[in-house]
């Protein structure tokens, strides 16, 4: 049955309206309901599920032969649906070393997510193209890398991704690869003009990239005491609750 909505300013149709409504349809103008409600629509549960990793230890292997990260840093799942990473370990996907990540990692990237409060799990690939151009553009010039500055030129954008499972009818909200940063819009108030580094992005990622999960323990020295090693990126499966 198709439903049509008329504008009737009397909050009833008059019998000339109703005879026109074609067959099958039917008015709303007696309806007892609220308009909002009517255009509500159910939002999927979320999920911190991710589903088996398509990782192995050869493509891990052709990985630190490419030069992302050095032996030793990054291990396949197990097997588990959900990723339980160990003491110290973060979940990466694969496509972020694609669009820049490396290891070992510039100290001022954990301090830029936990400003944001975001878990590097939930970033996309984008995301990282991003944070790879701010760098590069930073070092290019010899400046230092401020995490105020990037945190003034850019947001950090949800995009919410549907995820269902084999055999499962259920489709839920992904709580990883769903966050991106995008640069900030004019603010005259707080003096903020667009900064946008040469516009460079893939719109498009394969369809499978969240498969290919594996995870990363990556340390970093402390300034006081080199002998001292900390993991700041790593983090357990946690649902979205970033700030802009």
Not at 35 to 42: A, N
Not at 158 to 176: I, N
Not at 210 to 229: I, Q
Request: hydrophobic share 35%; with cysteine.
């Amino acid at each position: 049955m198709n439903i049509t909505a008329k504008d009737v300013t009397e909050g009833a149709a008059s019998s000339e309206e109703v005879e026109h409504l074609s067959e099958g349809e039917e008015s709303l103008s007696n309806m007892d309901a609220d308009p909002s409600e009517l255009m509500k629509r159910d939002k999927p549960a979320p999920t911190l599920r991710f589903g088996p990793s398509l990782m192995s230890a050869a493509l891990i292997e052709s990985y630190v032969e490419r030069g992302y990260f050095p032996v030793g840093v990054c291990r396949p799942p197990q097997g588990e649906e959900m990723p339980d990473p160990r003491d110290g370990e973060c979940v990466v996907f694969r496509d972020f070393f694609v669009a820049g990540l490396r290891f070992p990692l510039d100290s001022k990237v954990p301090e830029i997510l936990a400003r944001f409060k975001v878990k590097i799990h939930q970033l996309t690939p984008n995301a990282f193209v991003m944070l790879s151009k701010f760098f590069w553009a930073v070092k290019t010039f010899g400046g230092p890398v401020s995490v105020d500055t990037f945190c003034r030129l850019y947001d950090l954008h949800p995009q919410g991704r549907k995820v269902h499972f084999a055999d499962e009818d259920e489709v839920f909200s992904a709580q990883s690869g769903c966050c991106t940063f995008v640069p900030r819009r004019p603010n005259k108030s707080q003096k903020i003009d667009r900064v946008e580094l040469s516009h460079c992005q893939k719109n498009r990622w394969d369809d499978d990239w969240t498969e290919f999960l594996l995870y990363a323990k990556v340390g970093f020295p402390s300034a006081d005491d080199p002998a001292e090693v900390s993991c700041p990126l790593a983090s357990k499966v946690l649902p979205v609750e970033h700030i802009s």
